[in-house]
């Protein structure tokens, strides 16, 4: 079983619209839980974290969290090309953070 | 800005040789990571550092992997016999505090074992 899980995609939104991101996780010790950007050929940049139950907003991004269903979700509004990119949902127990595989979103113009 | 920043960005050993992959994390963060991301795969926890010892490390880490924080600056991680397997990008992070929200990551050092 994967310890953190998404859709590859790619997913494909228009310019404007909502793109909607979804992980999973198996370990219920699971503390805090994180989403990062990363363009091809470079590093993980952080866009946010959350640690308790509920939704989070920064900006143009929420992040919702569900301990009991073991789900994080990231709402990207009024997306735009530049945020064409993989998403990566990570989750941490202690100083160990397990990433998923990520899904790779394309913002069409 | 502060960023992490990692040395060298491409590095090329043959099978058996061991590497060295340096980072010079953010001056005034406590804790250090090390990442491993092979081609088309996700990014895989390899160990983290805090208070010049491993505070937690993943089955990836084992006997031909070590970490040092030789001086105040650098954070090292050192492959002592590479295997083609090893072939993948390192990242480094560092954090400034207990939570791990705050982990800054670097560019990279992609290494090509041969």
């Known amino acids: 079983q994967k310890e953190v899980e998404q859709n590859s995609g790619p997913l494909s939104v228009p310019e404007g619209a909502i793109a909607s991101l979804n992980c999973t996780y198996s370990?219920?010790?699971?503390?805090?839980f994180f989403w990062y950007r990363q363009y091809s050929g470079k590093s993980p940049e952080l866009i946010m974290f959350?640690?308790?139950?509920g939704d989070k907003e920064d900006g143009r991004f929420t992040a919702q969290l569900n301990k009991a269903s073991q789900y994080v979700s990231l709402l990207i509004r009024d997306s735009q090309p530049s945020d064409s990119a993989t998403y990566l949902c990570?989750?941490?127990?202690?100083?160990?953070?397990?990433f998923g595989t990520g899904t790779k979103l394309q913002v069409i113009p | 800005e502060p960023e992490v920043t990692q040395t060298p960005s491409h590095q090329v050993t043959q099978m058996g040789q061991e590497v060295i992959l340096r980072c010079v994390p953010i001056s005034n963060h406590l804790y250090f990571y090390w990442y491993r991301q092979i081609l088309g795969q996700k990014v895989e926890f390899l160990v983290s550092?805090?208070?010049?010892?491993?505070?937690?490390k993943s089955e990836i880490f084992d006997d031909q992997f070590s970490v040092e924080r030789p001086d105040g600056s650098n954070f090292t991680l050192k492959i002592r016999s590479t295997k083609l397997e090893d072939s993948a990008m390192y990242f480094c992070?560092?954090?400034?505090?207990?939570?791990?929200?705050?982990?800054?990551f670097g560019p990279g050092t992609r290494l090509t074992v041969l």
């Open positions: 370990d219920r010790g699971s503390q805090s």
């Open positions: 992070a560092s954090a400034q505090g207990l939570d791990t929200d705050t982990q800054y």
């Open positions: 959350i640690y308790s139950n």
């Open positions: 990570a989750v941490t127990r202690g100083q160990k953070v397990t």
């Open positions: 550092f805090y208070n010049n010892e491993i505070s937690e």
